[in-house]
T-cell receptor
Framework: KAGVTQTPRYLIKTRGQQVTLSCSPI?????VSWYQQTPGQGLQFLFE???????NKGNFPGRFSGRQFSNSRSEMNVSTLELGDSALYLC?????????????FGSGTQLSVL | DQQVKQNSPSLSVQEGRISILNCDYT??????FLWYKKYPAEGPTFLIS?????DKNEDGRFTVFLNKSAKHLSLHIVPSQPGDSAVYFC????????FGTGTSLTVIP
C-alpha cells in the first residue's frame, strides 16, 4: 500500500496570506488528523476528520480549518498567516476506530511564513 | 496544558549501551500508549505500543514499561545502535492522540 502523501513538501508564504495543504491517506483509512510540529512544542493536535466530519478539534484559533472529501483525502487551510505559524505540518491517517492502535504519518509540509 | 511530558530534550548514549527514554502523563483515562521515532525531514514512524492493561511490552531491542500508579512510561533500547539516533515521541490516547515534546537520542559510535 502507498503511504500517506502530503503536498507540497515546502511552502514559503508572507504574513497575511492564506495557505492550503493537502493530504492523501493510506488506501482504506477513513480518519485523517493534522498536527503542527514546532521546536520545543512537540506535535500539537489540530483536528481529526472521519468520514468527512470533524470528529475532534485541538486548541487552535479559527484561522486553522480543514475538510475531508468523500475519497478520504483531506485539506488544511490557514488564513491570515502569522510568523508563528511557521512549522512542520503533519498529516496522519488511521482506520478510524476509536482507540485505534496506530497513526501513520506523512513526511509533512514545511511552512515558512516571512 | 501538556498532558504528556518528556522532560529530557536530549540524551546521548554510547553504542552498545542501554538507552532509557522517559515520559510522564497526567490523565489516568489514557488507555493506550505509543512510541514514535522521527528522523529529520521525515514523518514519525510507529515503534512500539502498550495497552493500559499491561505493564511491559517487548519487540526485539525495544521494550516499553508502563507504571500506571506513577503515570510513567519508559522506552528501553538495548543494545543502542547509531541508527537509533533520532527524535523519540511518546504518545497517549483516549479518544485522540496526545504527544510529548520529544527526546533527541544520539548514539555515539
Amino acid at each position: 500500500k502507498a503511504g500517506v502523501t502530503q503536498t507540497p513538501r515546502y511552502l514559503i508564504k508572507t504574513r497575511g496570506q492564506q495557505v492550503t495543504l493537502s493530504c492523501s491517506p493510506i488506501s482504506g483509512h477513513r480518519s485523517v488528523s493534522w498536527y503542527q510540529q514546532t521546536p520545543g512544542q512537540g506535535l500539537q493536535f489540530l483536528f481529526e476528520y472521519f468520514s468527512e466530519t470533524q470528529r475532534n478539534k485541538g486548541n487552535f484559533p479559527g484561522r486553522f480549518s480543514g475538510r475531508q472529501f468523500s475519497n478520504s483525502r483531506s485539506e488544511m487551510n490557514v488564513s491570515t498567516l502569522e510568523l508563528g505559524d511557521s512549522a512542520l505540518y503533519l498529516c496522519a491517517s488511521s482506520d478510524g476506530r476509536v482507540g485505534s492502535e496506530k497513526l501513520f504519518f506523512g513526511s509533512g509540509t514545511q511552512l515558512s511564513v516571512l | 496544558d501538556q498532558q504528556v511530558k518528556q522532560n529530557s530534550p536530549s540524551l546521548s548514549v554510547q553504542e552498545g549501551r542501554i538507552s532509557i527514554l522517559n515520559c510522564d502523563y497526567t490523565n489516568s483515562m489514557f488507555d493506550y500508549f505509543l512510541w514514535y521515532k522521527k528522523y529529520p525531514a521525515e514523518g514519525p514512524t510507529f515503534l512500539i505500543s502498550i495497552s493500559s492493561i499491561k505493564d511491559k511490552n517487548e519487540d526485539g531491542r525495544f521494550t516499553v514499561f508502563l507504571n500506571k500508579s506513577a503515570k510513567h512510561l519508559s522506552l528501553h533500547i538495548v543494545p543502542s545502535q547509531p541508527g537509533d539516533s533520532a527524535v523519540y515521541f511518546c504518545a497517549a490516547s483516549d479518544l485522540q492522540f496526545y504527544f510529548g515534546t520529544g527526546t533527541s537520542l544520539t548514539v555515539i559510535p
